[in-house]
């Protein structure tokens, strides 16, 4: 299986901070990776897929980067709503797998 | 507006089998979309577990593929999971979702059901 490593594991950042977030994968994968945000007791909701381009609805504010087997994701002027854990998720090969997430926190 | 919502126990006896149901609504368009299933639990973080196209075809999760049975209803919208032999390792939450078009990332989610595995 691909092996999806997401870094930090705690983000503590202040409203209106940029914030920058890691995915990697064990293998190459091109750009076959989705970015989910979940909010406690929430289901996962879908920002971006194929590493950049977002998701329906999804604002700009969201952005994502990179290729192979590193990835970014980025959020700009952080708002509350945005305190959340993110997963990156890779669909190049079979099964599907999932980071371990990356927790953003209030500072 | 895609809708899906999951049903089923919320408790199965060690041994028994896992059956949960998964309501589409909002979703008349387009063929293309594949259904799945991806479970949460605090020690595995998000797992998937397969997926299943309208005619039926279907991939699953090596980790499971032996316990797993994933089948689609096309005349009610609704797709299934099944999980036999359970034990308390398969204690998660599970959610049903949407598959990307022609892409397998998950576009639309239910509220997801917690299932725990306990005598």
């Known amino acids: 299986d691909i092996q999806m490593t997401q870094s930090p594991s705690t983000l503590s950042a202040s409203v209106g901070d940029r914030v920058t977030m890691t995915c990697r994968a064990s293998q190459y994968i091109s750009t076959w990776l989705a970015w989910y945000q979940q909010k406690p007791g929430k289901a996962p909701k879908l920002l971006i897929y194929?590493?950049?381009t977002l998701g329906s609805g999804v604002p700009s504010k969201f952005s994502g980067s990179g290729s192979g087997t590193e990835f970014t994701l980025t959020i700009t002027s952080l708002q509350p709503d945005d305190f959340a854990t993110y997963y990156c998720q890779q669909y190049d090969t079979y099964p599907w797998t999932f980071g371990q997430g990356t927790k953003v926190e209030v500072k | 507006q895609v809708q899906l919502q999951e049903s089923g126990p919320g408790l199965v006896k060690p041994s028994g089998t896992l059956s949960l149901s998964c309501a589409v609504s909002?979703?008349?368009?387009?063929?293309?979309?594949?259904w799945g299933w991806v479970r949460q639990s605090p020690g595995k973080g998000l797992e998937w577990i397969g997926e299943?196209?309208?005619?039926?075809?279907?991939n699953y999760n090596p980790s499971l593929r032996s316990r797993v049975t994933i089948s689609v209803d096309e005349s009610t919208n609704q797709f299934s999971l099944n999980l036999n032999s359970v034990t308390a390792a398969d204690t998660a939450v599970y959610y049903c979702?949407?598959?990307?078009?022609?892409?397998?990332?998950?576009?639309?989610w239910g509220q997801g059901i917690l299932v725990t595995v306990s005598s």
């Open positions: 909002g979703d008349s368009s387009s063929r293309c979309h594949w």
């Open positions: 194929k590493a950049s």
């Open positions: 299943i196209s309208r005619g039926g075809h279907t």
């Open positions: 979702a949407r598959v990307g078009c022609g892409y397998s990332f998950f576009d639309y």
